[in-house]
Nanobody
Framework: QVQLVESGGGLVQPGGSLRLSCAASGSIFSINAMGWYRQAPGNKRELVAV???????NYGDSVKGRFTISRDNAKNTVYLQMNSLKPEDTAVYYCNAQRVQTAMGYVRDSWGRGTQVTVSS
């Protein structure tokens, strides 16, 4: 019912920047919260950042001060600006949408397929 498509991942040197985008589609009326999670090999999936439709944000401790999440409610799109990237930021980054109201009904939780971010010299 809800499709999330991420873009913007890639290879970047330490200290560099990347901007991820995630567009949601599927006859959507509203999305309560959108966010980013990441998972490195051998690790659990962890919160990177989340933003509500009202603009309230929450960040994982390891990215505070370096990453910024934003969203365009009219486009059902969420962005993640990542600055001062470190090798430990290397992971697959997943887009998430929570409590989505669609023409087909209510969807509690949706995930994108992920985009790889690699920070290496």
């Amino acid at each position: 019912q809800v499709q999330l498509v991420e873009s913007g991942g890639g290879l970047v040197q330490p200290g560099g920047s990347l901007r991820l985008s995630c567009a949601a589609s599927g006859s959507i009326f509203s999305i309560n919260a959108m966010g980013w999670y990441r998972q490195a090999p051998g690790n659990k999936r962890e919160l990177v950042a989340v933003i509500t439709s009202a603009g309230s944000t929450n960040y994982g401790d390891s990215v505070k001060g370096r990453f910024t999440i934003s969203r365009d409610n009219a486009k059902n799109t969420v962005y993640l600006q990542m600055n001062s990237l470190k090798p430990e930021d290397t992971a697959v980054y997943y887009c998430n949408a929570q409590r989505v109201q669609t023409a087909m009904g209510y969807v509690r939780d949706s995930w994108g397929r992920g985009t790889q971010v690699t920070v290496s010299s």
